[in-house]
């Protein structure tokens, strides 16, 4: 099946690409980012019980450029992380998933291009029958998640009642976020990034809507925080501090929910919900400013608002998700100010190797 390419507005540009902020270099710790332009981290669904497979290899190096940043998508950190279909979902806990990744990576450092493994677990976003022996999720509460509409807006998923982890049993989760951080290093991913955000596990302890705990991670902001901090202190222990990142959603309502780390990787405000934009008088500016890494912002942006971001200072790189799906080669598209691909919600998280994955057409440089 062969995409047609449409507009969505554009006209090819005289102007140099170093004169495009999106399209000036950066320093990112020890990686010299050529570009400012991320993939971001965006589910797939194109695994098959939890291996990476094959056509993963085409994806992201279709994506890949020299000295461009990309972030996978989510990878459970163990067989009680998984979400959604969860079969379809990667991971990276055993020896044969650490194995189905290396070519991937293989294939992105081909083309020049710096990739961080992202690593999750979903908590208490889950049902019985996606987890091993029908057992409760798990989470920092044990209030159910109410059901959701999925990312087309259409189709609502349902969740179990999930399990509030005992503080001896936290320890446990924080180690397999380590030793999934191991395993991307072994795969031969530059670095990882810590999911954080969106209402996922990590998100659960942070938001005082969902963490209704009495114990030293409840309660205060402080302890809130403690399950995050101390994922962030085991992998950077692990693998070191300039190959780890964190990905939060501070602002963000999704499913109601100080180390001198590399990267912090921040949903703006705009962004409320999966497909819900919102005008909102928060700013991450005050984050940015409290952060000495790199600092990534995401959410819903195009190649205007993203070099106006970049041009007042107010992010290093910004990551692009269904634009960068849409279109393989987004950084020459926002060179030449080039017309881009729509994108079809429709296959988004559908089970195929090529339809909606690998079928988006490059722009034709030669007509």
């Known amino acids: 099946m062969e995409r047609q390419a449409e507009a969505e ?168 976020f380590r030793l999934a951080a191991r395993n991307a290093m072994e795969a031969g991913f530059d670095g990882i990034e810590i999911h954080g955000a969106h209402g996922y596990l990590i998100d659960q302890f942070l938001k005082d809507q969902v963490n209704d705990r009495t114990d030293k991670y409840g309660g205060s902001l402080e302890n809130r925080c403690r399950f995050a901090l101390e994922i962030v202190e085991a992998i950077v222990n692990e693998i070191g501090a300039d190959k780890v990142g964190i990905r939060l959603s501070p602002f963000a309502d999704y499913m109601e929910s100080g180390y001198y780390i590399v990267i912090c990787h921040m949903v703006e405000p705009r962004m409320k919900k999966v497909g819900e934009k919102c005008e909102s008088p928060h700013s991450l500016v005050p984050m940015r400013k409290a952060f000495n890494g790199t600092f990534i912002s995401a959410g819903g942006y195009d190649r205007e608002d993203g070099n106006q971001a970049v041009a007042e200072n107010r992010t290093d790189l910004v990551a692009f998700g269904r634009l960068f799906l849409a279109n393989p080669d987004l950084p020459r598209r926002f060179e030449l100010n080039a017309p881009l691909n729509k994108y079809d919600r429709e296959t988004f998280y559908i089970p195929e190797s090529v339809i909606g994955y690998t079928d988006y057409p490059f722009l034709d440089t030669t007509a």
């Open 9 to 176: 507005g554009g006209q090819e540009d005289s102007t140099t690409h170093l004169q495009i902020p999106l399209l000036t270099p950066f320093k990112m710790g020890n990686f010299q980012l050529s570009h400012r332009i991320v993939l971001a981290p965006m589910a797939r669904q194109r695994s098959f019980n939890n291996v990476p497979q094959p056509h993963a290899i085409l994806y992201y190096s279709q994506r890949a450029t020299k000295g461009g940043l990309l972030i996978s998508e989510a990878t459970g950190v163990s067989d009680t992380a998984q979400g959604r279909p969860s079969i379809f979902t990667p991971g990276i806990w055993t020896k044969e998933q650490v194995e189905a990744w290396k070519p991937i990576v293989d294939a992105v450092h081909a083309k020049g291009g710096i990739f961080f493994c992202q690593i999750w677990h979903v908590g208490r976003v889950t049902k019985q029958g996606f987890l091993p022996n029908g057992q409760a999720p798990i989470s920092s509460t044990d209030k159910e998640l109410t059901p959701q509409f999925q990312a087309n807006g259409i189709d609502v998923a349902e969740f179990s009642p999930p399990r509030r982890l005992r503080t001896d049993e936290i320890p446990l989760v924080v180690n397999d």
